[in-house]
């Protein structure tokens, strides 16, 4: 078949795909025959430490009262009552 957007012929194949081709990128990657994907993000979920949902929750309800402060400041600055214009 030829391709006249990329004025190439498209064949089969002459040389598959094979491991050799793939040892470049398997040692860059530091991949070693008998490594598993789960193994890999085992030690990634060791390495992060997710605090408790204690913290969490805390942490977002700060966050959000902050912004919400903030979003009434913006708004006493149009003129806008948020207790009797909601």
Do not use: C, W
């Not at 402060?69 to 207790?83: I, M, N, Q, R, Y």
């Amino acid at each position: 078949m030829y391709d006249f957007r990329t004025n190439q012929h498209l064949t089969l194949k002459p040389q598959p795909l094979t491991r050799d081709h793939l040892d470049d990128f398997v040692a860059s990657t530091g991949l070693v025959s008998g490594t598993s994907v789960r193994s890999q993000s085992k030690s990634l979920e060791e390495a992060i430490q997710i605090p408790p949902q204690e913290v969490l929750a805390e942490e977002i309800i700060t966050t959000v009262s902050a912004a919400l402060s903030e979003f009434a400041a913006v708004a006493a600055e149009f003129g806008v009552d948020l207790d009797t214009d909601i």
